[in-house]
């Protein structure tokens, strides 16, 4: 079966550090993969997706930017963390649905102080 | 462009049947899918409509209309762990992309 693994499950950094958010996928092969952020009480918003290897679509522009060096695994990064960008992280995968089935991470819940 | 809209607040009484709706907006259009979330977890698929009619999972059943580009998921004999959000979603492309709708936080009374 399945599974995704997404870490750590809660984060606090100071502003102007690094991040790096980590996911991996087991159990399948070629996922698409996707990075979303939810801020309290809201939607989610995609982040960036990924249909293969390098392969990186960026949907919001802001001050992250994400990587897919394996097929089963998507990290999430950011060189100086800003405030704005507290919130809950959730790494997703998608397979042979073509994206109307998708599984989710733990999230990691950041905090920017 | 691509949208979803839904109610953002429904509330049941427990043991009845509710029925949350989902209105799209998108080209190109490939399925409409169901996600429920807990208070502080991530989402989990429900379920999705790739064509036209009711799909039934246990107490849970979803339905499409593509010619009314509007979906509902329906929620019988409710229980007080059915209280969460429901979020509708669509791929934008059979590879690509899933859009979230705001979601809906379905609130059950005793």
């Known amino acids: 079966s399945q599974t995704i693994h997404q870490w750590p499950a809660t984060l606090v950094q100071p502003v102007g550090s690094p991040l790096s958010l980590e996911c991996t996928v087991e159990g399948t092969s070629n996922p698409n993969l996707y990075w979303y952020r939810q801020a309290a009480g809201r939607g989610l918003q995609l982040l960036f997706y990924s249909v293969g290897i390098g392969q990186i679509s960026s949907e919001v522009p802001q001050n992250l930017s994400a990587s897919r060096p394996q097929d089963r695994q998507f990290i999430l990064s950011s060189k100086k963390l800003l405030l704005s960008d507290s919130g809950f992280y959730l790494c997703a995968w998608s397979g042979s649905s073509g994206g109307l089935e998708a599984f989710f991470g733990q999230g990691t819940r950041l905090t920017v102080v | 462009g691509q949208s979803l809209e839904q109610p953002s607040e429904v509330t049941a009484v427990e043991g009845a049947i509710v029925q949350i709706n989902c209105t799209y907006q998108?080209?190109?259009?490939?399925?409409l899918s169901w996600y429920q979330q807990h208070d502080g977890g991530a989402p989990t698929f429900l379920s999705y409509?790739?064509?036209?009619g009711l799909e039934e999972t246990g107490r849970f059943s979803s339905f499409l209309s593509r010619s009314d580009s509007y979906g509902y998921l329906l929620l019988q004999e409710l229980q007080m762990k059915d209280s969460a959000s429901y979020l509708c979603a669509f791929p934008l492309s059979s590879a690509s992309k899933i859009i979230f709708g705001s979601g809906t936080r379905l609130s059950i009374r005793p």
């Open positions: 998108t080209s190109g259009f490939y399925g």
């Open positions: 409509n790739a064509l036209d």
